[in-house]
């Protein structure tokens, strides 16, 4: 069976940490492909910030040319309804049910697992794939990963791997600081981001 996996997120910019764990995912998981999948209108971040879609979708396709086992999807970002990951797993199933799905997603995410929508429609549609991010002990990501296969009777894979300290947040405020990033995510991305004068405010 093909196993592929989804790796969602709102990308704001995409970077070198994103591309460390999906090589990772891709090797460890022995995975046929990786779907990057940037949101489109995510119901945790409602009121914040956002780069234009379009933009973050042309930025990952920058980053993961080079990758022939790497693709994107625009289907989150061409709906225009909330975007509530067991509808996208849902469509994806349905469009290819021979093949075995994972969805990677970081520690963050587990930790707020609770406030989203059918997770019990999530572990039936896929493997759930978790990495630690930084600013989480992995005591306290452990914990609630057990937590949370108790409470769904339900799986949830470790991706155990090195942790790089690269976060959006950082690269969005080292850039108002007129910081140079450049080392934090590949060259055509750093250069766009600059072109367009991105995260400048």
Known sequence: MI????FGGTFDPIHNGHL???????YNLNLEEIIFMPSGNPPHKIGRKITDSSIRYELIKMAI???KRFAISDYEINNKELS???????YYKEKEPNTEWYFL???DCLMELDTWKS?????????????????????DFLA????????????????DMPVLDISSTNIKEAIRNHENISYLMPAGVYNTILQLGLYND
């Open 20 to 26: 460390h764990v999906a090589f990772k995912a891709l």
């Open 65 to 67: 040319r080079e990758e």
């Open 3 to 6: 196993k592929k996996a989804i």
């Open 84 to 90: 509530y990951t067991y509808k996208t797993l849902a």
């Open 144 to 159: 609630q990963k057990d937590r949370v296969e108790k409470q769904y009777n339900s799986k949830v894979l470790y991706l």
């Open 105 to 107: 997603t970081g520690s």
């Open 119 to 139: 997770v019990d429609k999530i572990f039936s549609l896929c493997k759930f794939v978790v990495f630690n991010r930084p600013g989480y002990k992995i005591q």
